[in-house]
């Protein structure tokens, strides 16, 4: 089969998300420290740095991973035509939804993702602030690609695409888009929604470049008007050292891990449970948030 030789892309984008965060930086320079921190900013630059080469570092591992599975397991050989690169996009995309799904629901993957929620601000440069550690567990979700029969090139292309897509959608100088776009595709609004910590947006809009999954998977919500966005996390880590913010929920985790007086089943769910759970009972999740603040909003029968 025919293979042409990719680069990576991704590299590329770099200049482009520097040139574009000065931009908005500039255009919303009126309303800082609102909108813009130098030291958040600053932090999630250098977060987003790490995690390129925290990512540099993993990639013999994923290739090895990828190659493995293609040449061992495939059960097609899917050439790279037209076709199979309108494929691939959905099949990726659909990956990503189920990968941060279980990074936001699963406690030692939002270990890693957490780093991509800390930031109180939402602007482009949120959208660097990525993990350091995430790039190892990220893979296995993508498994079932190679084993398809989708070559690991096409892969790690499509990977890329993804995440420079998610870039520009982090940003509030852009509202809402015409009705179509935001009906089929992740957009600002939508992502917006994703990043606050308010209790009605908690957990919601997982996609990557289609909003439809969250659709199809019932974790859709919309951008109110009435609900602007509260950004950050449900309690907020307030602290710009990138070394803290990479690992904080991982020292947390396993404090929780090797410290809790229970049985060592119930040590081992704190790795597997969602945010926020406690062994004891005592723990609130962002579903049980969710379900409180509706709860609140119910409108009480007259009597
Ligand atoms: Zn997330
Ligand atoms: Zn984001």
Not at 27 to 37: C, G, M
Not at 132 to 154: A, D, Q, S
Not at 250 to 263: E, G, R
Request: charged share 15%.
């Amino acid at each position: 089969m025919y293979v042409p030789q990719i680069p990576d892309i991704l590299p590329y984008a770099v200049p482009f998300f520097f040139v574009t965060v000065i931009l908005e930086s500039l255009i919303t320079r009126h309303e800082r420290p609102k909108k813009y921190e130098i030291r958040d900013t600053a932090a999630s630059i250098t977060m987003g740095i790490g995690s390129l080469v925290s990512g540099i570092l993993n990639k013999i591992f994923v290739v090895w991973l990828l190659f493995g599975a293609y040449e061992n397991f495939r059960i097609f050989t899917i050439p790279f035509t037209w076709w199979a690169w309108v494929l691939i996009l959905f099949a990726d995309d659909i990956c990503y939804y189920f990968l941060h799904r279980y990074g936001h629901e699963v406690r030692f993957l939002w270990a890693s993702h957490i780093v991509h929620h800390s930031s109180q601000k939402y602007n482009l440069s949120t959208a660097l602030r990525q993990t350091w550690t995430g790039n190892f567990f990220t893979i296995v979700f993508y498994l079932v690609l190679p084993f398809f029969g989708f070559h690991p090139l096409m892969i790690l292309t499509q990977m890329s695409v993804s995440l420079i897509y998610q870039y520009w959608i982090h940003t509030e100088t852009i509202y809402k888009l015409p009705v179509w776009f935001e009906a089929v595709m992740n957009t600002p609004s939508h992502h917006r929604v994703h990043h606050g910590s308010n209790p009605l947006y908690l957990d919601r809009n997982y996609a990557g470049i289609f909003i439809i999954w969250d659709r199809i998977f019932n974790t859709f919500q919309s951008e109110l008007p009435s609900e602007k966005a509260v950004y950050g996390l449900t309690t907020n880590i307030k602290n710009y050292n990138p070394i803290y913010i990479a690992f904080h929920e991982w020292i947390a985790l396993f404090k929780d891990v090797f410290t809790s007086k229970t049985s060592f089943l119930n040590r081992l769910k704190y790795l597997v449970k969602p945010p926020g759970w406690r062994h004891d009972g005592t723990g609130v999740t962002s579903e049980d948030m969710r379900k409180q603040w509706l709860e609140s909003k119910r409108v009480k029968p007259l009597n």
